[in-house]
């Protein structure tokens, strides 16, 4: 199986004046392509942190992260931009969209990052915004969507750079249940079209349908479970 | 996305908050127009005042013979001192380094043409006169030359508000008048000047005529005063002590008896102009700059404000990979805008005042205050300058925000 993310006794310690919290204590977790894997535990757990460190928006304060064959530990912030832009698709519980941009120039922006041409970046970005069923939406801003839709919009985004990983982090959190079965089965579509997910989550019901669930409780993997293929 | 929906974003800022944009800008506007009209001011007041100062002459030095004020070679203090047209010539003989012109003049004598009769002050006196005083012939005249002083002529040349009493706005070149019933030719009129200092009257009313002229008609001796003007300005104190020299000689008194002939030296105005003028400048520039200062500081505090309202759209940037370099140009480009449109109203203000001023009549009295290339480039220069540090610091905390704690996701 080809290795995507190999994470080696990462450990990360907040201090917050004298007191030290270890959010995560030795994790070790391989993640292999086009596997789709929900982390699930209680708040607390340092799901939050795990991902911030699969996602390089936070470096881990020791051990190893290997990303697509690249060591991502204790780079700047440069690189982790770059990294970021090139192999992480972020999907987030609060849609994060950009306000005052259609939907259109909100899928474009990973485009605008990794310096692709105006015209490029429309096309891929209409492109994108077709395959998640919006391409009569591109021209409309985020308040002009429903939750349902926004959400489409930043998957969308998140995939427009064809990320090594799509991230998402309670991606249903902020949608009905009608909303959130839509982006679960298009999560398994993507999926099932060769994408790798890593997918953070409490809600156990969309962590069935994952092919791999991984637990984290108290800053440690305690459980990794495989689903029978 | 990029610059088109950057410019988007800014509207997007500015109708979401248009008042604070509105007063951040007007911050900025009120500063420029501070720095570019204080200056413009400045400039204008100055140019007037030394157009004024030019009237009378450019570092001239008047001198009148008075009484002596020490005891000198057994003889008492209190003694007149009298000048004649051979004393101006011994100046000019032994003090090549400056260039002198005696005066005459009375102001008995009455001008004649048809019905019109005037009691001007008349000046004789020799033609490098004009030159030093600033007395510049208006077009179709000239100013009493050496031919009329060789022959003695009968010529006038009239100032231009005399020439306007005498004739009207009738051609007086060419033109008689009679000067106590002898007629004289009337060779030029005086162009318009201005003249905020005289020691006998503005020379716009008087009437000038050649000094040899003048002593045959009116047996006169004696020369009133006399002007000299070193060529070069740094010279005339020097020249100033050889002129007491050559005069204390000829007429027996202490050279450093300095009221036995008075002088006015105008340099030491044009000194005293040229340090007011530097500290008036510097201090209305300095004014102005405060003002736009503290403009700066306005913006720089909006920006701050901005940064910290957008802070989640910056997580977002970062995340999708924006690098922080990005981000950091991002709003530093967002407040040279400010800055920039702050400016350009003010600029715009500037010039519509400028534009204004000349109608309200005041130039006599405070100059014309002008949008030099000076006012210009240097109001432009401290925009640039105050637009760029306002803007570096809130665009560096901006860049330097982590992501994670930007998404609210810690």
Redesign the interface.
Known sequence: MDKLIELRDVRKVYSTGRLEVQALRGIDLEVGRNEYVAIVGPSGSGK?TL??IL?C??TPSSGSYTLSGEAVAGLD??RL??I???HIG?V?QSF??????TAL?NV???L???GVS?KE?RERAAAMLERVELGDRMEHKPTELSGGQMQRVAIA?ALV?RPTILLA?EPTGNLDSASGKAIVSLFEELHAAGQTIVLITHDSGIAKLASRVVRVQDGQIVEDVRAAA | ??SL?FF??ML?DVRQQKLRTALTVLGITWGTVSVSLLVAFGEGLEARIRANQRGLGENIVIAWPSRTSLPWEGLGKGRRIRITEEDVEALRREIPQARFSGEMSRENSTFRRERVRITPEVSANSPIFAAMRNIIPAAGGRYVNDLDLDRRRRVVFLGDKLKQDLFGDQEAVGQTVMLDNVPFLVVGVMEKKAQDSSYSGRDEGKAFIPDATFRGLFSERYLENFIFQAHDASATPEVTRKVYEVLARRHKFDPADKEAIGMWDTSEAEKFFAIFFGTFRAFLAIIGSFTLVVGGIGVSNIMYVVVEERT??I????????????IQRQFLAETLTLTAVGGVCGMLVTFGFLAVFPLLGLDEYVGTPQASPLVIATTTALLGVIGMVAGWFPARRASLL???VA?K??
Not at chain 1, 96 to 101: G, Q
């Open positions: 939050s991902m911030n996602g928006l936070d912030r440069n931009a770059e970021r832009n090139r972020f987030f994060n969209l950009l306000p005052y941009a120039e474009e922006l990973p605008l990052f990794a105006t970046r985004r750079n982090d | 996305m990029g929906s988007r974003q997007q989640r759209e997580g977002v940037k970062l995340a999708v990979g924006a690098k922080p370099a990005w982590d992501p994670v998404l996701l810690a």
